[in-house]
Every structure is written in C-alpha cells, then in structure tokens.
C-alpha cells in the first residue's frame, strides 16, 4: 500500500498545528493520534485496507517478544474479511499471562508451545513473517487464532480462501491446533472440520455457515450440470435430495469490470439467464434460488427460501 502516512513527529510545532487544522477541516484522516493520511487517499478503501494503515501506523510499537496477530495477522496476510476488522491492533505476547488492551493494542495470551515435534515446521505457511519492522504470525497460526476467537461467519471465509488458494492444507491447520491448544479448542475444531476448498467467494463460504446455523444437509458444492454436445453449467450449491439449486449473486457479478471481461451489464444478465434456463432444463432441478449478500446477512431470510423450497431444516 503506497499510501503516504503523515507524522506529526517528523514536523516542527508550526507545521503539526498546521496538520490539525487540516485534520479538522476534513482535508486529513487520523489514523492513531500523531499519524494522518491525506482524506482523497482513503475515500474509496475497503475496511481492511484501513486496517492496514493502522498497523503500517503502529507497526513501530509492535516490538519482539510480541508480534502482530488474529485479525490484525489476517489483514497481512490478504484474507477476506467479511465482519469488519478491529479498532485496535491485535498482538500476542508470550510473557502475559492473562489479555489486556491499551490505548492502540488488543494484547492476547500466547498459545502454550508444545515440544512434540512439527510436520510442516519450516514452511512457508508455518513461518512467521515480517511487517514494516514487526513480526507478524504465521498464516497458519493466524488462522487457528481467528478460528478460537471469532465467530464462524468471520472465519469460515478465511479458512476457505486460504485452503482453495492452496496457501495451506487441512493437515497443516490441523496440526497446528493440536500443537498449541487453545481455549476454545472445540470451535477450532469446528471450523477446521468445516473449511473447504471448494468455496469460490466469501459469499458462498457465508452461504454455508447459514445453512450449518439453519441445520440443512450439507449440500454438494460445485455440482457439475453437463450433457453430451451440449453446454455445461457448475453450480454454486446442489441439494440432491431435494431436487434444489442454490446460487449465490452479487451486484459486483454485473457490475465489476473485471467479472464483466468487457461484456456490458445486459449482456451478463442474458448470459446468465440463458445459463439458469440451461439448469432449470434437466429433470432432476425442482427450484432455483438465488440468495444476495444482502440475503445472507439475515438468516431468517435464507430459512424461509429454504423451507419454501422444501429444504429440510432442523
């Protein structure tokens, strides 16, 4: 991120006044008290974007033992968030024996070493890395942290991004959770067992979450619909059982230029109608839904399509 950041440390008394007037103005955004970034510099950045320039800010207070961690370590390391980021930076320091927060820092408790011996020590995915100065966790480290403390709509997105980007392996976050037991270690689990390869977007990664919440089977992801000589169509979920279809949309699949590839918005939308009808045309599809970010923030939406579609739910 090239973003300029502003210190008032770096300016004599006239120009930080000068800097606070600016900041008042609207003209400056404060990143932490004493650092600023030009207000046009920020307009269109995604919260973790933000969050970024908070540990570029910060970065400099975070000194060894401790290193960056959790979400903080997620920001790093370009996983998808989809709960916004904290308003602090997060650590862990191995000399703390119980968590506390400051003025800028959200500390953690270390996890307890173990002495057993590591089958991916050494990797890439396993080694902690480096952050303007500061170390920052592991990316499999920082996903099993995440996992203990976040809720499964903030985690689940990030463990499948990294498992279908093949940045880690099941095997790895396994391991890692059995090395270093956390305290929640059956949320862990949880969110391990659940993580998938197979998710193509972090809509689709919240789209499973709610149907574990709402206790409907776990559907086939990825369900092939092909015929010999003719088109073929992969669909985001398959309930067999029940003869459904679910895809899940958003404004960005007709919206965003780089989805688009040069084809115009009305062009998408008939392509993907011709594409639904192409689904809708095989025996064994009853129903077609289609669920929006807006509908997988509220799961009382997503049950009631379910049960409309006559999804079991528990």
């Not at 950045?45 to 997620?74: G, K, Q």
């Not at 173990?114 to 170390?135: E, H, L, M, W, Y």
């Not at 969110?191 to 149907?211: D, K, W, Y």
């Amino acid at each position: 991120m090239g973003i300029p950041l502003i210190r008032t440390a770096d300016h004599a008394s006239a120009e930080r006044r000068a800097l606070q007037r600016r900041a008042r103005r609207g003209e400056l955004t404060v990143v932490r008290p004493g650092v600023f970034v030009e207000q046009h510099d920020v307009e269109d950045l995604w919260p973790e974007m933000r969050h970024l320039l908070l540990l570029r800010a910060t970065a400099s207070s975070v000194r060894r033992p401790r290193a960056i961690s959790h979400a903080s370590a997620a920001a790093v390391h370009g996983l998808p968030f989809v709960t916004p980021p904290p308003q602090k930076v997060q650590v862990i320091d191995p000399r703390r024996t119980h968590a506390e927060t400051t003025s800028l820092l959200q500390v953690h408790v270390a996890p307890p070493g173990s002495s057993r011996p590591r089958r991916f020590a050494d990797t890439p995915p396993t080694t902690p890395v480096d952050f303007c100065g500061a170390a920052v966790t592991s990316l499999v480290q920082t996903l099993v942290d995440v996992a203990a403390v976040a809720c499964a709509v903030a985690s689940i997105p990030m463990l499948d991004a990294a498992l279908s980007e093949r940045r880690v392996f099941a095997e790895m976050l396994v391991d890692e959770a059995e090395a270093s037991p956390r305290r929640a270690p059956a949320r862990v689990q949880a969110a391990i067992a659940m993580a998938s390869s197979l998710s193509g977007s972090p809509a689709e990664s919240i789209a499973r979450v709610r149907f574990r919440q709402l206790g409907a089977p776990d559907p086939v992801q990825q369900h092939e619909f092909v015929r010999p000589g003719d088109r073929r169509a992969v669909v985001d979920f398959w309930f067999p059982g029940q003869g459904v279809v679910v895809e899940v949309d958003g404004r960005a699949k007709y919206r965003d230029p780089a989805m688009l590839a040069g084809a115009s918005s009305a062009e998408a939308l008939w392509q993907e109608k011709r594409r639904e009808d192409f689904i809708r045309s095989f025996p064994e599809v009853r129903l077609v839904i289609r669920l929006s970010w807006q509908d997988l923030m509220d799961p009382e939406v997503i049950r009631v399509a379910l049960i409309r579609a006559g999804v079991p739910l528990r």
